[in-house]
């Protein structure tokens, strides 16, 4: 044995055999350090510089995440960690017990670091930029990463102890009561990452709003415990992750992955100014060009009705059927909305009446943009109701509107 010729060599030197003893323990000790720390040293500037070159080289991705996480440095410890045990036990075996024991937690120690190195890096690799269509199991890999150290305390533990790992899992069943109560948001967020998962109801990149959290923004994190959203004014809220099974909140992701965005916005017109089309008015709409066929159509179906019935149409105005200025208004806005490249044509078009009001008749313009982004979808919808108010005039309509300080100024001066 090494040790037993070092001792020798100190004894034979003129050293009392107790402090030979010692002094070759200490100097075997040294040696075994000095090796441990020269593979260290190897594997550190040659082997991991050797896998960081051919990490870089390669067109995969995954790799680079493996190596950022620091999985390949982390599992290289594990080398001089045990060839020190090895080393320990094959030149002192049966000495020592505590310093092997202390050694063997401290590889169980670092051998989880590596796992759970290697677990964040599987976590940022499925859940890469690239991959936004793929449910969030970030819960899933946090909780796994949660139940490894907890094994690995209880076995680090039994190491110490040396006692068998069994009798501290029967310790732990005793004190599951508390462990809920510890770890109640953890589980309940476990369980809920699962059905946000299993149900798709949230992604990373999806919009959402959640008025009781104050969050409206796009999700940059969903984990065991958390939601993180960035809102629109960059701020961030978090959002216990149970939250979202246990409240209602809006995801906007079917929008963003249908053909269009909603444009639903109504102009509130005075009905003092809603009347019959004359033949004046008629005759100004038909040099529209958006309306003249419309105009001309519908007014030959209206004269070939009141003939058919014989209506006298000199009597008076409300006698059989014609058209009103709003009518008229109402198809200007289909024509003028289907002709609008930027409205999706596929999907829900309206221009409808709602329910009147004391602030006057509803119009509501009730279609989708092909645009979704939201800047342009705000400019689009603008540029419509623009259109809208300044065509008003020309149809003998006038938007309501709350009176104003000039409003009651001017009935002031009167």
């Not at 051998?111 to 930029?129: K, L």
């Not at 998962?197 to 990149?205: K, Q, Y």
């Not at 000199?314 to 200007?332: D, E, H, K, P, W």
Request: with cysteine.
């Amino acid at each position: 044995m090494l040790m037993t010729n070092i001792q020798d060599v100190l004894v034979s030197a003129g050293i009392e055999t107790k402090t030979a003893g010692t002094l070759a323990v200490a100097a075997l000790m040294l040696l075994i350090a000095a090796g441990a720390y020269l593979v260290y040293w190897v594997l550190r500037n040659y082997l991991l510089k050797l896998i960081h070159s051919v990490v870089t080289k390669t067109s995969n991705t995954w790799d680079d995440e493996l190596m950022d996480a620091g999985v390949f440095q982390r599992f290289l410890r594990l080398i001089p960690l045990t060839f020190i045990a090895v080393c320990i036990d094959r030149a002192m075996p049966g000495q020592f017990a505590l310093l092997k024991r202390i050694l063997f937690a401290v590889i169980i120690f670092a051998g989880v670091r590596a796992v759970e190195a290697f677990i964040s890096a599987a976590s940022d690799i499925y859940h890469d930029e690239k991959s936004k269509k793929r449910k969030p199991i970030r819960p899933l890999f946090q909780t796994l990463t949660i139940v490894l150290y907890l094994l690995s305390g209880i076995f680090i533990v039994s190491v110490l102890l040396n006692k068998s790992p069994w009798n501290l899992f029967g310790l732990m069943g005793g004190l599951t009561a508390v462990t809920m109560l510890v770890f109640k948001d953890t589980i309940l967020g476990f369980v809920a990452g699962i059905q946000l998962s299993a149900n798709d109801m949230v992604r990373e990149g999806d919009w959402i709003e959640m008025p009781k959290y104050g969050a409206d923004g796009d999700v940059i994190e969903v984990a065991v415990n958390t939601v993180k959203v960035r809102n629109w004014d960059k701020t961030i809220t978090t959002i216990p992750t149970y939250a979202l099974i246990s409240d209602s909140f809006k995801n906007w992701r079917g929008m963003s992955e249908s053909g269009g965005r909603r444009i639903k916005r109504n102009i509130c017109i005075d009905m003092n100014t809603v009347r019959f089309a004359d033949e004046e008015m008629l005759e100004k709409f038909r040099g529209m060009e958006l309306l003249k066929e419309y105009v001309e159509k519908r007014q030959e179906e209206i004269n070939a009705a009141n003939s058919e019935q014989g209506i006298d149409l000199s009597a008076t105005v409300v006698n059989g059927r014609r058209q009103t200025n709003l009518g008229i208004f109402r198809a200007y806005l289909v024509e003028y909305l289907r002709g609008n490249p930027k409205i999706h044509k596929g999907m829900t078009f309206l221009v409808r009446h709602l329910q009147p009001t004391p602030q006057g008749l509803p119009i509501e313009i009730y279609v989708f943009s092909s645009d979704k982004i939201w800047a342009n979808y705000e400019s689009i919808q603008a540029d419509i109701f623009d259109h809208i108010l300044a065509s008003l005039p020309e149809f003998g309509l006038r938007v309501y509107q709350q009176p104003s300080g000039n409003d009651v100024l001017s009935l002031k001066s009167i």
